[in-house]
């Protein structure tokens, strides 16, 4: 399969599945893969989507048209009326299982479609070059991005849209742990914090520092309701002929979808534990068996918290990326996945 090299850019692969066919088309339609662009005697021409099969190779619109992701019925969001969905809105669905009629987008339509994917493609590149952190040229890019969201009732867009696996490409709270540093902005990748701060002051030892090298959330996966927050953290001991510690904070939560624009978050538990057991377990237990009693024979333990409230609201949403600003002032953002990387 192929994959997404950064926002809006996407690999090829060979494969060469028709969708639809050519036939009853106006005569000096040009044929793109199924899709069609077209113009109506003295009108603007305007691009046409024809009914596609579900199993589909990725292709590629040429010329002025856009990149497209690859549909599979395995995959959430995988039909063209998904496609329209996700990419530009729901007003633009067609009932293609009713009448297969086209959906039509305009050349403006079109040129939307293609500033946002130069828009995520630019913010991608700013958070590489700055390892997550949100200066003012991923602001204005957010910003931007916000203006042109084609999803911004969550409610309409449907819900395999909002739910999924996702990788953080910029997630940060405020606040490390450490003295002085209550109101520091931070990443949640490459950055130092405290145990404490990044489970809820649930284990010890609290103030352990610990380097935060990637965040997972995962959105009703296993249940309806369920949204969990995954933080790979690695920790440097006293072997210093070693790899360091490798573990994991799994913060579980449920959901819910209170208006248009926000999604509300009520954690439940945290739990603690080593990302390798087969290769850290002895180490591991020498950290933290003696302060974290609870701890079972495969170096994990879970402890309830008592329900902490919070919400995320929507600034962007498409097939690819999330972006959301947190009840603290945080700013998320996110990219889809196909297959989880960390189990829970």
């Known amino acids: 399969m192929a994959q997404c090299n950064s926002f809006g850019k996407f690999s090829s692969e060979a494969g060469s599945r028709r969708f639809g066919s050519a036939r009853g088309m106006p005569s000096g339609s040009r044929i793109y893969g199924g899709l069609s662009a077209r113009s109506n005697s003295g009108a603007s021409p305007i691009l046409t989507v024809h009914k596609m099969e579900r199993s589909c190779s990725r292709h590629i619109f040429r010329n002025n048209c856009v990149s497209l992701q690859e549909f ?85 867009c449907g819900r395999d ?31 130092v914090v405290t145990l404490g701060r990044a489970s809820f002051n649930s284990f010890k030892p609290q103030g352990l520092e ?13 249940s309806d309701d369920a949204y969990v927050i995954i933080l790979v953290f690695s920790v440097h001991d006293n072997c210093t002929l070693l790899p360091p510690l490798e573990g994991l904070l799994i913060n579980k939560a449920k959901f819910s979808i209170s208006n248009p624009g926000r999604m509300d978050v009520v954690f439940l538990s945290s739990t603690l534990a080593p990302r390798f057991p087969e290769r850290d ?28 409230k919070g919400w995320l609201d929507y600034l962007y949403l498409d097939e690819e990326i999330r972006i959301t600003k947190g009840n603290r002032g945080g700013i998320f953002v996110v990219r889809r996945m196909d297959e989880p990387v960390v189990s829970v």
């Open 72 to 156: 599979t019925s395995s995959k959430k969001m995988r039909s063209s009326v998904g496609f329209i969905s996700a990419t530009h809105g729901r007003e633009h669905i067609v009932s293609l299982a009713e009448d297969r009629r086209a959906s039509s987008l305009t050349l403006e339509e079109m040129d939307i479609i293609r500033q946002r994917g130069r828009l995520k493609e630019k913010l991608c590149s700013a958070l590489k070059s700055t390892r997550g952190s949100l200066d003012d040229e991923g602001t204005a890019l957010i910003s931007s991005l916000r203006q042109l969201n084609p999803n911004p009732d969550i409610t309409r």
């Open 161 to 191: 849209l909002y739910i999924g696996l996702f990788k953080g490409v910029k997630a940060s709270f405020k606040g490390t742990g450490k003295k002085g540093e209550a109101q520091k902005e931070v990443g949640a990748s490459g950055t």
């Open 210 to 222: 610990i380097r935060l090298n990637q965040t997972y959330n995962h959105v009703g996966q296993g």
């Open 281 to 308: 377990l002895d180490r591991w237990f020498k950290l933290f068996k003696t302060e974290n009693s609870n701890m079972d024979e495969e170096g994990s333990v879970t402890l309830s918290l008592p329900p902490a």
